[in-house]
T-cell receptor, first 110, second 114 residues
Framework: GENVEQHPSTLSVQEGDSAVIKCTYS??????FPWYKQELGKRPQLIID???NVGEKKDQRIAVTLNKTAKHFSLHITETQPEDSAVYFC?????????WGAGTKLIIKP | DADVTQTPRNRITKTGKRIMLECSQT?????MYWYRQDPGLGLRLIYY???????NKGEISDGYSVSRQAQAKFSLSLESAIPNQTALYFC?????????????FGNGTRLTVT
């Protein structure tokens, strides 16, 4: 079955710097890769997603890249701000289910 | 997103008690899911339903049961709660029938079993 690994588990960056979170997946048939942000005590919310026929997608300060050959995808956040502090989850979709990474706690230092 | 509503928000119960967590949605989605979240383990799927007559086990269904009372309602039951079921539980919905749509989560139910 599908397995998703996410790294790092914790990431601390200076405000204004960029942050990169990486995920790898095992099943080449996976075709949809969303990223969720979960603020403390709140529900996970979709921030960006990418489908397997696309290599990169951007939305303002957030971008996701997908390398199907290597089976990995990454979340890039530029010009980080205090409100970016949260736990970020990647996931891979196959056979109508989402398989989740374990999450990355992003800390923005002032 | 208030379209997926979970009740209760918090619940403390004793070992051995039966408890039900409820989820209702106004999004009109056929697919509904129950997840459990533990620190450091991300989200794990308990049960999912593609319509009222279609219920499927997820990766950690032991000790849980579900009921899809209507398209809009999907309940999770713990028949005999145990302390290691203490966790944050999320209900979610998903649009369409394919693989390319996101999950929409409720606000979660924090369950503590003493």
């Amino acid at each position: 079955g599908e397995n998703v690994e996410q790294h790092p588990s914790t990431l601390s960056v200076q405000e204004g710097d960029s942050a990169v979170i990486k995920c790898t997946y095992s099943d080449s048939a996976s075709n949809y890769f969303p990223w969720y942000k979960q603020e403390l005590g709140k529900r996970p919310q979709l921030i960006i997603d990418i489908r397997s026929n696309v290599g990169e997608k951007k939305d303002q300060r957030i971008a996701v890249t997908l390398n199907k050959t290597a089976k990995h995808f990454s979340l890039h956040i530029t010009e980080t701000q205090p409100e970016d502090s949260a736990v970020y989850f990647c996931a891979a979709s196959k056979n109508y289910q989402l398989i989740w990474g374990a999450g990355t706690k992003l800390i923005i230092k002032p | 997103d208030a379209d997926v509503t979970q009740t209760p928000r918090n619940r403390i119960t004793k070992t051995g008690k039966r408890i039900m967590l409820e989820c209702s949605q106004t999004k009109g989605h056929d697919r509904m899911y129950w997840y459990r979240q533990d620190p450091g383990l991300g989200l794990r799927l308990i049960y999912y339903s593609f319509d009222v007559k279609d219920i499927n086990k997820g990766e950690i269904s032991d000790g849980y049961s579900v009921s899809r009372q209507a398209q809009a309602k999907f309940s999770l039951s713990l028949e005999s709660a145990i302390p290691n079921q203490t966790a944050l539980y999320f209900c979610a919905t998903r649009a369409g029938t394919g693989d390319n749509s996101p999950l929409h989560f409720g606000n979660g139910t924090r369950l503590t079993v003493t």
